[in-house]
Structures are given as structure tokens and as C-alpha cells.
């Protein structure tokens, strides 16, 4: 069997796969109280909080430090409140959101809209 015929076949069953998950997938949806759904999406969170633990779990002092380098670069980019019209770091727009100020602006902004 050449190289081709082997993607070719590995392609079709792929596909197959998929026709066949999607049709399950459909018939779950269909016949599955909001319990069942509530402790399927429960168990998937729990599996997936597992494999995130064990990623960390098994990283080496080099991709702890670059893991957490990534973080708090992406932590540190700005981005801008339209209402305020002010630049802020990404990790501290949850309190400026709730802040006097934003809140004062917020409000005359609703105001001027209303008018």
C-alpha cells in the first residue's frame, strides 16, 4: 500500500468517525435531561481540571518560569476603556470597572445616549 492510500484511508476514516460522533452527539442531545447534561459537562470541567493539573504537575523549572513570563506579559498588555478613555493593564480592569470614577462616566455616558 503506497503512502497516499494510506492517508487516503486514514482521511475516510476520519470522516466516518466524525459522521458517526455527530449522529450519536445528536441522538444524546435529543433524549438527555438537563441532569444528565448538567453531570456530563461536571465530569468533562473534573477531566479537564485533572489534565491541566497534570501538565503542571509534570513541567520542568524552565516551562514553570516560561508559563508564568507568558502570564504576566499577557497580564501587562493595555487595553483601553472607551467610557474612561483611559489605557489599563489587562489584570486591573476588573477593579476600574467597578471603580468610582468609571462608574461616574459610565453614567453620564448613559445620560448624553438618552438624550
Known amino acids: 500500500m503506497t503512502e497516499a492510500e494510506k492517508t487516503e484511508k486514514k482521511r475516510k476514516k476520519a470522516e466516518n468517525d466524525a459522521k458517526i460522533y455527530a449522529k450519536n452527539k445528536a441522538e444524546r442531545d435529543e433524549n438527555e435531561t438537563e441532569e444528565e447534561k448538567a453531570e456530563r459537562l461536571r ?64 453614567e453620564k455616558n448613559l445620560m448624553a445616549n438618552v438624550d
Open 43 to 106: 465530569q468533562r470541567r473534573e477531566y479537564e481540571h485533572k489534565r491541566i493539573a497534570e501538565i503542571i504537575a509534570n513541567e520542568t523549572e524552565e516551562e514553570k518560569k516560561e508559563r508564568r513570563r507568558k502570564k504576566n506579559e499577557s497580564a501587562a498588555k493595555k487595553v483601553k476603556c472607551e467610557i474612561c478613555d483611559i489605557e489599563i493593564r489587562r489584570d486591573s480592569m476588573s477593579d476600574h470597572i467597578k471603580s468610582k470614577k468609571h462608574l461616574k462616566n459610565l
